[in-house]
């Protein structure tokens, strides 16, 4: 097999994915620049907000950041009442605000795709589940993969799964590309991100070689973080994560998404996540289909800056 191949597609028209030995994910691995240096990324992601995120503080981009939004509950007192209030609020926007973008997605806990899709009125919202022993990813991957097609079984559309954060860090990339690649196949054709809780990955090189291991092994979106772990989502890790997005599309012709998670706490924030996608990954990265942002309190504070008074709606 080629060495870097790793989407067959059969005659069903789907992509399959299959794991490599160590050497093929090394050989692989050797097709991209792993030598980043933090201070480097700092640096870049210093000057990049000093210059270009004042262009992006428009009304446009306001509302174009609400409609890729997923708006998320993952609380250990989430309960069917509580969910189904959370989703009624999304069919309830449409009718408050016809003329501003629903956001992307609501994402729940795998126990809660059910309520969410029974609920959910809203054409074009995608409902995402957490699984694979969210947010430590330390089950058995028999585990994992069960609750990947449970949660499908009962309506997700999406999949958000954790890399095995201790297995890379021990080296076994073995083990993280066969985990990725056993729950992709478990989603089937629905889309699935690979979180790589980067503040727990310490370094670029690290962030850098998670995100293409993670994209080798079938992700269709990387994200930062859990947001259950600190510290969550960096500027500089967006940074490292958008550009192995941008080698990777250079040398597959894949698209993948990217996603910040965790610690999204202003419209600034947003502002920034956005301004290292458009300057590093393009206008063609800049939909709601492969930008998105995990967050609850982002949707109320985009929502008061786009409407003029603060509002709380979500």
Same mark, same amino acid.
């Given at each position: 097999?080629?060495?870097?191949?790793?989407?067959?597609?059969?005659?069903?028209?789907?992509?399959?994915?299959?794991?490599?030995?160590?050497?093929?994910?090394?050989?692989?691995?050797?097709?991209?620049?792993?030598?980043?240096?933090?201070?480097?990324?700092?640096?870049?992601?210093?000057?990049?907000?000093?210059?270009?995120?004042?262009?992006?503080?428009?009304?446009?981009?306001?509302?174009? *950041?609400?409609?890729?939004?997923?708006?998320?509950?993952? &609380? @250990?007192?989430?309960?069917? =009442?509580?969910?189904? /209030?959370?989703? %009624?609020?999304?069919?309830?926007?449409?009718?408050?605000?016809?003329?501003?973008?629903?956001?992307?997605?609501?994402?729940?806990?795998?126990?809660?795709?059910?309520?969410?899709?029974?609920?959910?009125?809203?054409?074009?919202?995608?409902?995402?589940?957490?699984?694979?022993?969210?947010?430590?990813?330390?089950?058995?991957?028999?585990?994992?993969?069960?609750?990947?097609?449970?949660?499908?079984?009962?309506?997700?559309?999406?999949?958000?799964?954790?890399?095995?954060?201790?297995?890379?860090?021990?080296?076994?990339?073995?083990?993280?590309?066969?985990?990725?690649?056993?729950?992709?196949?478990?989603?089937?054709?629905?889309?699935?991100?690979?979180?790589?809780?980067?503040?727990?990955?310490?370094?670029?090189?690290?962030?850098?070689?998670?995100?293409? *291991?993670?994209?080798?092994?079938?992700?269709?979106?990387? &994200? @930062?973080?859990?947001?259950? =772990?600190?510290?969550? /989502?960096?500027? %500089?890790?967006?940074?490292?994560?958008?550009?192995?997005?941008?080698?990777?599309?250079?040398?597959?012709?894949?698209?993948?998404?990217?996603?910040?998670?965790?610690?999204?706490?202003?419209?600034?924030?947003?502002?920034?996540?956005?301004?290292?996608?458009?300057?590093?990954?393009?206008?063609?990265?800049?939909?709601?289909?492969?930008?998105?942002?995990?967050?609850?309190?982002?949707?109320?504070?985009?929502?008061?800056?786009?409407?003029?008074?603060?509002?709380?709606?979500?």
């Amino acid at each position: 097999m080629a060495e870097h191949h790793h989407h067959d597609h059969c005659e069903c028209g789907h992509e399959h994915h299959h794991a490599q030995p160590t050497s093929q994910i090394e050989e692989a691995l050797k097709k991209y620049n792993l030598d980043v240096k933090d201070e480097d990324m700092k640096a870049a992601v210093q000057k990049l907000i000093a210059e270009k995120v004042h262009e992006n503080d428009t009304p446009e981009v306001k509302k174009f *950041l609400m409609g890729s939004v997923e708006l998320t509950t993952l &609380k @250990t007192t989430d309960s069917d =009442e509580s969910v189904l /209030a959370f989703t %009624e609020k999304v069919n309830q926007f449409e009718e408050a605000y016809p003329t501003l973008p629903h956001v992307a997605t609501i994402c729940v806990y795998p126990r809660f795709a059910r309520t969410v899709a029974e609920t959910l009125e809203v054409e074009g919202v995608e409902i995402a589940c957490v699984s694979g022993s969210f947010p430590s990813s330390q089950s058995l991957i028999e585990v994992k993969t069960v609750e990947t097609a449970l949660a499908i079984k009962d309506g997700a559309t999406e999949i958000d799964i954790v890399m095995p954060v201790g297995s890379f860090l021990s080296g076994d990339y073995d083990t993280v590309v066969d985990e990725v690649r056993q729950q992709k196949e478990a989603c089937g054709e629905h889309d699935m991100k690979v979180i790589l809780e980067t503040g727990m990955l310490k370094t670029a090189a690290n962030i850098k070689t998670a995100s293409l *291991l993670s994209m080798y092994a079938g992700a269709d979106y990387i &994200k @930062t973080s859990t947001g259950k =772990e600190m510290p969550a /989502a960096t500027p %500089e890790a967006a940074y490292v994560m958008c550009q192995a997005i941008k080698e990777y599309y250079d040398e597959t012709g894949i698209q993948i998404g990217f996603k910040p998670a965790g610690g999204l706490n202003s419209v600034m924030d947003a502002l920034i996540y956005y301004t290292i996608t458009k300057e590093i990954l393009g206008e063609q990265w800049l939909t709601n289909k492969l930008f998105r942002m995990g967050t609850s309190r982002l949707a109320n504070l985009l929502l008061s800056e786009v409407v003029g008074e603060e509002t709380k709606f979500f």
